[in-house]
């Protein structure tokens, strides 16, 4: 494994520690939104008191935008409310429980040099450099890379609440010369389709996956060097919480 490999989360874990802090902040105005509502629910309505309690939220927040005029809210609204509030505060408490036990599976599997893992707004991102799983500018997975993905797949099946959008991305340099491929955008998608494929191979259900290819989209670093290029190249595991039947 290349230099740049193992430095690739120790990287990305600088980024870990404000996501972490975000995180706790839109839990806290999550929590004072759902207890205002809460109070709300159980007063009388005063359209003009609860206009400006509801900006003072909202500033409190760090919300700006223009004034709102409230109408009447019903019941059966304000209850719709609460129990969407009640909804997504259990969603970030269930993410963060599987964000720790992901963490605390790759340290037990020796991976932390090689996965990275952050979790931002009820989203846990699985990250592996590119060169991990595939040839140098090709879309066949290496032996060492499917290595790596049953690995992961041991995890992922049991998280069964996760639905997976598999995100193949590249840096900005074009296939070069003679290459069969055509631009940036095949590359990463036939790459992220490549780990689907394979994950479902392993017997992952398929309404669980999603492939996207991104090609130089959303680097994670300029790309100015030839060592920023290779981290920019990854495929991610972008998990969310499956509510449904």
Do not use: C
Request: aromatic share 8%; hydrophobic share 40%; glycine share 6%.
């Amino acid at each position: 494994m290349s230099e740049d490999d193992d430095n690739y989360d120790e990287e990305i874990e600088e980024s870990e520690a404000p996501s972490e802090w975000l995180t706790t902040l839109a839990d806290m105005s999550m929590l004072l939104m759902s207890f205002f509502i809460m109070l709300f629910s159980m007063s009388s309505l005063d359209v003009k008191k609860f206009s400006e309690s509801f900006t003072s939220v909202k500033t409190a927040l760090g919300v700006k935008d223009k004034a709102v005029t409230m109408a009447p809210i019903s019941t059966g609204d304000m209850n719709v409310l609460v129990e969407q509030a009640k909804l997504k505060q259990r969603i970030i408490g269930e993410q963060r429980r599987v964000y720790d036990q992901f963490r605390t599976y790759v340290s037990s599997k020796g991976l932390e040099g090689v996965v990275a893992a952050t979790l931002e707004a009820g989203k846990i991102t699985i990250g592996f450099p590119a060169g991990v799983l595939f040839p140098k500018d090709g879309v066949d997975l290496t032996d060492e890379g499917k290595a790596k993905l049953r690995t992961l797949f041991d995890f992922l099946i049991k998280a069964a609440g996760e639905r997976i959008n598999i995100r193949g991305f590249t840096d900005n340099e074009p296939p070069g010369a003679g290459s069969r491929y055509r631009d940036n955008w095949e590359i990463s998608s036939l790459r992220a389709v490549a780990v689907l494929r394979y994950m479902v191979s392993l017997g992952m259900p398929p309404n669980r996956l999603t492939a996207t290819g991104l090609a130089d989209l959303e680097p994670l670093y300029p790309n100015d060097t030839p060592e920023h290029r290779a981290r920019n190249q990854r495929v991610e595991f972008v998990l969310e919480r499956w509510i449904g039947d």
